[in-house]
């Protein structure tokens, strides 16, 4: 079981930047992938960024590419989601998940963070 808690949430300009982080408890984080998700009001949750078990492999939603860079630290089980050039349409809840496999996918798996509010203003 893998209990995940974000934070590095805020208000911020358009343009500028934030480093959300995802810190994990229990053993099983290494053995998983990690993903982030975004759910903005009156919208569905979805994919933002993934990266595999080791790190070695990342992926991304279009709609993020080249602003967003997922990475992650596994002696500390920690996660990390770095957003720059931030757009108003970011604005949304971020969220932390533990994804089913060891590779990367946009598929959520079981375990969620709270979650982290993001606001960028125009």
């Known amino acids: 079981q893998v209990q995940l808690v974000e934070s590095g949430g805020g208000l911020v300009q358009a343009g500028g930047s934030l480093r959300l982080s995802c810190a994990a408890s229990?053993?099983?984080?290494?053995?998983?992938?990690m993903g982030w998700f975004r759910q903005a009001p009156g919208k569905e949750r979805e994919f933002v960024a993934a990266?595999?078990?080791?790190?070695?492999?990342?992926y991304y939603a279009d709609s993020v590419k080249g602003r967003f860079t997922i990475s992650r630290y596994n002696a500390r089980s920690t996660v990390y989601l770095q957003m720059n050039s931030l757009k108003p349409v970011d604005t949304a809840v971020y969220y932390c998940?533990?994804?089913?496999?060891?590779?990367?996918?946009?598929?959520?798996?079981?375990?969620w963070g709270q979650g982290t509010q993001v606001t960028v203003s125009s």
């Open positions: 998940n533990a994804l089913p496999g060891m590779g990367v996918s946009t598929i959520p798996g079981h375990y």
């Open positions: 229990g053993r099983t984080f290494s053995s998983h992938a």
């Open positions: 990266i595999s078990w080791s790190g070695g492999n990342t």
